[in-house]
């Protein structure tokens, strides 16, 4: 026998942690939106699944566009969270902001130490790759919202750690390198079946580290406009 649906209801003032049918309903969306996409999921397929009446999916999120935004703004928040406490102990830290030490920061967050947040992360890396395709106004709001303290902080530093390379082209290298994370993230799994075996969470880091920091330390694209900037340096 099913267990009956829940109408529970949090106090306004309940945190995530506290409230555990909305973190079921929040869970609940990000699988099924991982599995079948934004667009087709909707309010009764989660209530379905999450065991949930519809009553208490309108009471904590009131409609489908806010219960999507609240899907993205926690996985970003953690993300973000995370990240920035990263930059803080590099700031701290004697050694300074290294290429490795940045790039550390960035990916650091999003790799899995064993297998259950491997499985967990790759879940995730599903879903936000559906919001991308459909729902880029909302990702691209809530995103700007969330990371763009991140972005400043993060370019400032990293520009201190390769000053040989323009501003703009490091932006462009940071958002390639955030694609590497996130195709890794997404293909992992088919990559372990296709060689029979994976590397250690470690090994990975290490090498996604590598990848990345070197492309980041490459030389300028266009070696004309590091030559005038070398040449006005000079003077």
Not at 175 to 185: D, E, I, P, R
Not at 206 to 221: E, H, K, Q
Request: aromatic share 6%.
């Amino acid at each position: 026998m099913l267990p009956e649906k829940t109408t529970h209801k949090c106090p306004d003032h309940a945190g995530e942690g506290e409230c555990p049918t909305k973190t079921v309903i929040l869970d609940t969306t990000e699988e099924l939106i991982a599995k079948n996409g934004v667009r087709a999921v909707s309010i009764r397929d989660i209530s379905r699944e999450a065991r949930v009446n519809l009553a208490a999916i309108n009471y904590h999120f009131g409609s489908k566009d806010r219960l999507l935004r609240a899907v993205l703004e926690r996985r970003m928040s953690d993300l973000f969270d995370r990240r920035m406490a990263a930059l803080d102990v590099i700031e701290q830290s004697r050694g300074g902001a290294t290429v490795e030490a940045l790039m550390e920061a960035f990916l650091g967050p999003c790799m899995a130490r064993d297998a259950r947040t491997r499985r967990r992360q790759e879940g995730v890396a599903k879903m936000m790759s559906r919001f991308f395709f459909e729902e880029e106004a909302m990702v691209s709001a809530v995103a700007t919202a969330q990371f763009e303290p991140f972005r400043v902080r993060f370019g400032v530093l990293l520009r201190k750690a390769v000053p040989s390379v323009p501003a703009d082209e490091l932006d462009w290298r940071s958002s390639l390198a955030m694609g590497v994370l996130h195709h890794h993230l997404l293909f992992a799994s088919m990559q372990e079946r296709m060689r029979g075996r994976r590397a250690r969470p470690e090994v990975e880091m290490r090498r996604l580290l590598a990848f990345c920091a070197a492309g980041l330390r490459a030389p300028p694209s266009d070696t004309r406009s590091a030559a005038r900037k070398g040449a006005a340096l000079k003077k």
